[in-house]
């Protein structure tokens, strides 16, 4: 596995040979990154000034991805202790560490509890401009964490949340939080058996 555009392009992820972790593909990264970059290209908005959340981290790669092609500010959180170990591997061996931080949390709980969490680690706005989550495909977590995101107004108001996920599991379209922010999917792309979906609140998708 290998970091796909950037400054690092071509250098390798480590990721342990686990059923715990299903990384992302290749492929599936590089096409996800362009479309972000599209995204971030439009609002006029560059990579080093992009603040990022990658839920359910697993190697990292995501993050990763957003690093090499300039982000300064990735925050990665996952509950698996192998996921830890492993994100943290990686950032060291791609000298990263220094523009991350890294959290254990189980997004099963409420969202109340990572907002705590990160405002104790960031002490600052904890508004993202991008969100990415990859949950284990058989966890059921992609309702739970689309509530997460809305409720706890992680989102910047031009921002993008893309869940990746099973393309047969069912998961909402279109949330409506409790300050009346909708959150709306506006584009589904499909990779083999992984589905890609993009968010946003409704008036700036």
Not at 119 to 124: A, F, L
Not at 154 to 159: C, H, R, S
Request: overall charge negative; some cysteine.
């Amino acid at each position: 596995m290998r970091i796909t555009g950037g400054e690092f392009k071509g250098r390798e992820i480590f990721f342990p040979k686990t059923q715990d972790i299903r990384p992302t593909s290749d492929f599936t990264r590089e096409a996800m990154f362009q479309i972000i970059t599209n995204h971030l290209n439009r609002i006029e908005k560059n990579w080093e000034e992009t603040k990022i959340l990658d839920l359910c981290s697993g190697t990292g790669a995501l993050g990763i991805e957003a690093m090499s092609r300039g982000a300064k500010d990735v925050v990665f959180v996952d509950i698996s202790n192998i996921s830890l170990e492993t994100i943290l591997k990686n950032l060291k061996n791609l000298g990263f560490s220094e523009y991350s931080t890294i959290l254990r949390y189980d997004l099963r709980k409420d969202g109340e509890g990572l907002k705590r969490l990160l405002t104790e680690k960031k002490s600052e706005n904890i508004k993202f401009d991008l969100i990415l989550a990859d949950p284990p495909y058989m966890a059921g977590l992609s309702d739970k964490i689309i509530e997460i995101v809305a409720e706890n107004d992680f989102l910047d108001a031009d921002g993008v949340f893309i869940l990746e996920d099973f393309r047969k599991n069912p998961h909402k379209e279109r949330y409506i939080a409790k300050n009346a922010k909708i959150l709306i999917c506006y584009d589904v792309r499909n990779y083999g058996q992984t589905r890609v979906s993009f968010y946003g609140f409704e008036d700036n998708p």
